[in-house]
C-alpha cells in the first residue's frame, strides 16, 4: 500500500513539472497543492507553486510560497533567492491596481522549450553588460522573450515592451552585429537574474545561405573544448598525479636497503674471525 502511494506523488510531481513547462500554472498549482496536503513539508513542490504564481505576477502570494519553502527548508537556496529578487518588486506589485490575473497572465509569452538547449555554434548565454536597474531586471521572468536591437556597433536587449534591460558584452555583440547585417537572424531568452545583472542566452534563429560556413559563435567551440579538457583532467585518478612521489619512495627503500646492506658488511669486518675447529679442540684438551 505505501508503494502505491508513493508512486501516486511522484506522478503528482511529473504532472506539476510537465504543466509548468507547457505554461499551465493554474494547473501546476492545484497539483502541487495536492503534493503539500500530504507532505506539508515539501520544499520542492511549494517552491514550484511560488514559480507558477511569479509567472502569472502574483507577487505577494509568490513570497509566501516561496516563505513557506524556507520554511520547511531554511537551507533551501531557491527560495532565498527568488525571496530577495521578489522583495525588490514587492513595491511595484503594490502599486498596481488591477487584480486581472488573465490579463497578467496574457503578458507573459511562454517559448518553445527547446530554445534553451544549448547548440555548440548556434547559443551564446552570457550576463548583461550596463544593466537596467535592480528592480527593473528582478522583474523579469526566466524564458521570457527578449528582443534585440542593433544601436551602431552595439547590441541592447529589450523587453517585449520597448524597456531596455542591457547589451551583450562588445566581443560577442560585434560578431553578431556583423552576422545580423549579413542576413541571419537571431532570438534572445531570459534564463533568470545574476548578482549583478541578467543571464540570457542568444540562439541563431536563421542562418542565410550566404553565410552557409560561418559559425555564429566559435567562441563557445573553444570554450566546450577547454571544459571538456577539465573534466577529463578531474575525472583521472589521484594516483596519476603522485607518480614521481611513488617513485621517491621506491628510491629511498632502495637507498635504506643498500645502507643496511653496507652496514651489515661492516659491521661483519669488524667482528673477529673465530675458528670453530680450534676452540672445539681447546674444549677438549681442558676435558
Do not use: C
Not at 75 to 82: D, E, L, S, V, Y
Not at 146 to 173: C, H, N, P, W, Y
Not at 217 to 228: G, W
Request: proline content about 4%; aromatic content about 4%; glycine content about 4%.
Amino acid at each position: 500500500m505505501k508503494q502505491q502511494k508513493a508512486g501516486t506523488r511522484r506522478q503528482l510531481v511529473e504532472d506539476a513539472r510537465a504543466a509548468a513547462l507547457i505554461g499551465k500554472w493554474d494547473e501546476a498549482i492545484t497539483l502541487n497543492q495536492q503534493i503539500i496536503d500530504r507532505s506539508p513539508r515539501d520544499a520542492e513542490a511549494h517552491n514550484r507553486i511560488g514559480r507558477a504564481l511569479l509567472s502569472q505576477h502574483r507577487i505577494p502570494p509568490a513570497i509566501e510560497a516561496y516563505t513557506n519553502a524556507l520554511r520547511a527548508d531554511p537551507a533551501n537556496m531557491i527560495a532565498r533567492r527568488n525571496l530577495q529578487r521578489l522583495e525588490l518588486l514587492r513595491p511595484a506589485s503594490q502599486n498596481e491596481q488591477t487584480d486581472d490575473t488573465e490579463a497578467s497572465v496574457e503578458r507573459v509569452i511562454m517559448p518553445r522549450t527547446s530554445v534553451f538547449i544549448e547548440e555548440i555554434g548556434k547559443t551564446w548565454v552570457d550576463e548583461l553588460v550596463n544593466p537596467a536597474a535592480r528592480e527593473e531586471i528582478a522583474s523579469v521572468l526566466p524564458a521570457e522573450h527578449l528582443e534585440l536591437e542593433v544601436s551602431g556597433d552595439r547590441l541592447i536587449v529589450k523587453r517585449q515592451d520597448g524597456s531596455r534591460l542591457g547589451e551583450i558584452e562588445a566581443k560577442t555583440a560585434e560578431r553578431v552585429t556583423s552576422l545580423i547585417a549579413g542576413g541571419n537572424r537571431y532570438e534572445a531568452y531570459a534564463l533568470g537574474p545574476s548578482t549583478q545583472s541578467l543571464r540570457v542566452i542568444i540562439r541563431e534563429a536563421f542562418r542565410d545561405p550566404a553565410l552557409a560556413t560561418t559559425v555564429s559563435f566559435p567562441r563557445q567551440i573553444t570554450s566546450r573544448a577547454y571544459l571538456r579538457e577539465r573534466d577529463l583532467l578531474r575525472q583521472r585518478d589521484e594516483s596519476d598525479f603522485f607518480l614521481l612521489d611513488d617513485d621517491d619512495d621506491d628510491d629511498e627503500e632502495t637507498t635504506t636497503t643498500n645502507a643496511d646492506d653496507e652496514e651489515t658488511a661492516e659491521t661483519d669486518a669488524d667482528t673477529p674471525f673465530i675458528d670453530e675447529s680450534a676452540a672445539n679442540d681447546e674444549d677438549e684438551s681442558n676435558i
